[in-house]
């Protein structure tokens, strides 16, 4: 094999990406760990339990909610279908903590809930009346109705590519609808549906802010938790260790239905537009009432919760910082955006010019960063960057490095490069593959270069891509809280750091500010890329 | 150094590690010569084409234009420094700007050259994508693109243009006068090509020599009326599909007995020794109907072809025996009917292996 720049350059970010992992995996050889005892003594039993209850609860949930969407906007036209179809995705502006805060907010004791029952029915003791979604169940309602959306974006888009066909095979072989949708339409999309219930899995396997707002102890806490107050980062990589294991089997199981799902997607030979059935009378009100009520209570209403809050005390909209809060989210997305860009694209165009297997191996490799909660990766990184200084910087004695990579905008970006870099590498990569590698050819044969042909084929055709992609980035990097509670610089604070901080200081009024503007920020950039998510032909 | 325009010499076209086509050499003698190559699906037709093209690298023999070598060991001149354009089979249109812009940038690097044998306006209307010019690659039709691209790839007038199944998409319909007009177009502006295609009265039509690549090897290189009529193996006889090889043996210098045919004379093209059993080529016009002979066989199908019909005979031996006929022939034969055959059989290339 060549040992050249593309070489080099997919190896250096292979390795970056699997520092996070090697560091954890390394801490289970630590001849001082006993894992028998360490389960045994600690609460690893609880943090397995709960991590476990939590993630099948969320499945279910996200499982009927995204699928009986996607069904229905899918196979039906109804009032306001075609406003849900996007509509439903915004939950995604949403995420499991602000959602955390606004169902507190609303049903604790005299909360939102008890104002409105004030003003409407005058004073009572409505509290005892009032239901309680804390604890767990509050953390499954708050992780279900933001992460659906995965499940259903995955189904839907496997839906529209049903052939007609197979449903009208089934009208011929005598299904009912009901029955159809048991027997063949569901099946048919069980790939989609199973990659969108892993996405749901490792989220919620790596969800911090909300089980940690309500003192959930799951593994993602559990090692946020031996960290921050017992200041143990070799016990927090061990839990890591645990949770690794339980990510990487869904890791591997979303990638085996992905590949399962693609052959699904890819069946365009013969296949008649699908003709979407006209709804009427209690049908078309079912199907409104379904979608509007999962519309609102995972868009509608934490909105309206944070806005009222915002209204209600907005002495927290003037001590905020949003001038500050907004440059610094502006810096940390450009940022990333242009690091991942620009690695993203060398290594797409790496493999694409070199062919190579061992590139495309190392570039699989890469992309495993998006498995790796953002805890585990925060804390690995430490980790290793301690390690790196105590054992090898100060053995040549030089000063220690710490402070460029803890604490530093650097380091923040550097763990985000390794949690976002297969969004942007894949993004790019499905680019490339709308693009025949004969086009490259066919400019070589026009007397490009590969540079020219880079620079004047590819970056023009890719420009859409390279747009959705910054968008994406924008997204995650705004709703990201861990990795940029842990790393982040002094006094730098994101909208999601300042509403976490407020939430833990018991202040859910101070954080319903920086929430809306997180969740208004989020969901113009998901309505921006909605064409792409929910594109419905195969261009 | 040789006068040829283009030669390949004793080369091994491979993908990666694997043979293709071994061995290979050929020629073409003058600029603006065109030539084909023939072959089924997946034999390496494209492989030689990527190569020429320098797609692909080579490590034996040598590829050369205008007495300049191209490839060899150790010679691998970029193709983007080699003006040899390729179209692909595939549509390889850029996606992301129209048809025109597409052919635009092949006529940006004519502008070079300054030549102007080819005019935009002359191929567009030539090849019939005037209507298509402000269209996007996904949104017109295979052969569309495939018209598209052809018309990229002539208009930046290579040295050697390399055409992969050009019209494979095009309607049968208008494949015809397709072909005419690229012809004309190649002839006129005296641009050498090689097309790679399976069909063989598209290379016949179009290659003033074809060369028939099968089992990994350049079978044939010859013109032609050389190639249908006087194929050099018995594979190339399989390929082409235009007759049978009946047993026979060689009775004198000038004839050949069948059991079926009985005496059949002409020229030999290759002379074989008294007495030898030799396999027979008959090709459906090598035999002549004649109502009134008494050398009859059974019809045991019929196709009808158009300008012709060929009938299919089965001989008391069990041989079946493909046969011209003229469409406007007096009555025709159904099947089960019996045909005759003109005697004496008299063949003027005489093909035997």
Redesign the interface.
């Known amino acids: 094999m060549k040992f050249n720049s593309w070489f080099v350059s997919s190896f250096l970010i292979s390795f970056i990406v699997l520092i996070p992992v090697i560091t954890v995996f390394a801490s289970f050889f630590e001849t001082t760990s006993n894992y028998y005892e360490i389960l045994k003594n600690t609460f690893l039993v609880e943090y397995i339990f709960n991590s476990l209850t939590l993630l099948l609860s969320v499945l279910l949930l996200t499982f009927i909610i995204g699928t009986g969407a996607a069904y229905l906007v899918s196979f039906y036209r109804f009032p306001g279908s075609e406003f849900f179809k996007w509509a439903l995705i915004l939950s995604f502006a949403v995420p499991p903590y602000i959602y955390a805060y606004s169902l507190t907010a609303f049903f604790e004791n005299y909360g939102t809930a008890f104002t409105i029952l004030k003003n409407l029915f005058g004073e009572a003791n409505y509290n005892k009346n009032i239901p309680k979604f804390d604890g767990m169940f509050g953390a499954i309602l708050s992780i279900s109705f933001s992460l659906y959306a995965y499940v259903y974006i995955l189904t839907r888009a496997s839906f529209l590519y049903q052939s007609q066909n197979l449903i009208d095979l089934g009208k011929n072989l005598g299904f009912s609808r009901f029955k159809s949708f048991f027997k063949v339409i569901l099946p048919a999309a069980r790939p989609a549906i199973v990659a969108g219930l892993s996405l749901v899995a490792m989220e919620t396997l790596a969800e911090f802010g909300a089980v940690d707002f309500f003192s959930i102890n799951t593994l993602t806490t559990g090692i946020y938790n031996s960290w921050i107050y017992f200041d143990d980062l070799a016990f927090a990589n061990r839990i890591s260790f645990f949770l690794l294991l339980f990510i990487f089997s869904l890791f591997i199981l979303e990638n085996l239905s992905r590949r399962r799902a693609k052959y699904h997607f890819n069946s365009k030979g013969g296949l008649k537009q699908k003709v979407k059935i006209k709804l009427f009378g209690i049908n078309a009100f079912l199907a409104f009432i379904f979608c509007f009520f999962i519309f609102f209570v995972s868009f509608l209403f934490p909105l309206s919760q944070m806005l009222y809050w915002t209204i209600k005390f907005p002495e927290n909209l003037f001590d905020l910082e949003i001038t500050n809060l907004v440059l610094n989210t502006l810096y940390l997305v450009l940022l990333s955006s242009l690091v991942l860009i620009i690695f993203s694209l060398i290594s797409n165009y790496g493999n694409r010019v070199s062919n190579n297997k061992t590139l495309n191996f190392l570039s699989t490799l890469s992309i495993s960063g998006y498995a790796i909660p953002g805890v585990i990766l925060a804390i690995a990184f430490i980790t290793f960057i301690a390690w790196f200084d105590d054992s090898i910087i100060k053995s040549f004695g030089f000063s220690s490095i710490k402070k460029i990579f803890i604490g530093s905008v650097f380091g923040l970006v550097l763990v985000y490069f390794i949690r976002f870099y297969s969004l942007a590498f894949n993004g790019i990569k499905s680019g490339y593959e709308?693009?025949?590698i004969?086009?490259d050819?066919?400019?070589?044969?026009?007397?490009?270069?590969k540079r020219k042909t880079f620079t004047n084929?590819h970056i023009?055709?890719l420009?859409n891509s390279l747009l959705f992609i910054i968008i994406l980035i924008s997204l995650e990097i705004i709703r990201e809280l861990p990795i940029t509670l842990i790393l982040r610089p002094f006094n730098f604070e994101t909208f999601a750091t300042t509403a976490y901080i407020s939430a833990s200081e018991d202040l859910l009024e101070a954080a319903a500010v920086p929430s809306l503007f997180l969740i208004l920020i989020a969901s113009l950039f998901i309505i921006v890329t909605s064409k792409y998510i929910l594109r419905e032909n195969n261009? | 150094m040789s006068d040829n325009f283009f030669e390949i010499k004793n080369v091994d076209f491979k993908i990666g590690n694997k043979v293709k086509v071994k061995n290979v050499s050929f020629s073409i003698e003058k600029e603006g010569d065109i030539i084909c190559l023939l072959g089924p699906s997946g034999i390496g037709k494209t492989t030689i084409l990527?190569t020429i093209?320098?797609?692909e690298n080579i490590n034996k023999g040598s590829i050369a234009l205008k007495g300049k070598t191209l490839s060899s060991e150790n010679i691998n001149i970029?193709?983007?420094?080699?003006?040899?354009?390729?179209a692909?089979q595939?549509?390889?249109?850029?996606?992301?700007y129209t048809v025109k812009k597409n052919i635009l940038?092949?006529a940006?690097?004519n502008e070079i050259k300054k030549d102007k044998s080819i005019n935009f306006e002359e191929l567009i209307n030539l090849l019939d994508i005037s209507h298509i010019l402000n269209k996007f690659p996904?949104e017109i039709s295979a052969g569309e693109a495939q018209r598209a691209?052809l018309a990229?790839?002539l208009i930046?007038k290579p040295d050697l243009l390399l055409l992969d199944e050009p019209l494979s998409n095009v309607d049968q319909s208008f494949k015809e006068e397709i072909q005419e007009k690229l012809k004309k177009i190649l002839k006129n502006s005296k641009i050498t090509t090689i097309i790679v295609t399976h069909d063989s009265y598209e290379a016949f039509y179009l290659g003033s020599k074809c060369g028939i690549i099968l089992n990994q090897e350049l079978k044939q290189f010859d013109d032609p009326y050389n190639v249908y009529h006087l194929p050099n193996s018995v594979e190339v006889v399989n390929f082409l599909n235009r007759g049978i090889l009946i047993p026979a043996e060689v009775t004198s210098p000038k004839s050949l007995e069948n059991k079926d045919l009985g005496t059949i004379t002409g020229n030999f093209v290759k002379p074989f020794p008294i007495g030898s059993s030799v396999k027979l080529l008959i090709q459906p016009e090598d035999l002549h109907h004649d109502d009134t002979s008494n050398l009859k066989f059974e019809v045991i199908d019929r196709k009808f072809r158009g300008t012709n019909f060929i009938y299919t005979l089965k001989t008391p031996n069990n041989t079946l025996i493909p046969v011209f006929v003229h469409s406007h022939h007096i009555h025709q034969h159904e099947v089960d009917e019996k045909f005759g055959i003109k005697r004496p059989i008299h063949i003027d290339h005489i093909v035997c292996f």
């Open positions: 709308k693009m025949n004969s086009v050819e066919s400019a070589y044969l026009l007397g490009y270069s084929i023009p055709f420009r261009e | 990527r093209a320098g797609l970029e193709p983007e420094k080699r003006n040899i354009s390729l692909f595939e549509n390889s249109l850029f996606p992301h940038l092949g940006e690097r996904h691209s990229r790839s930046t």
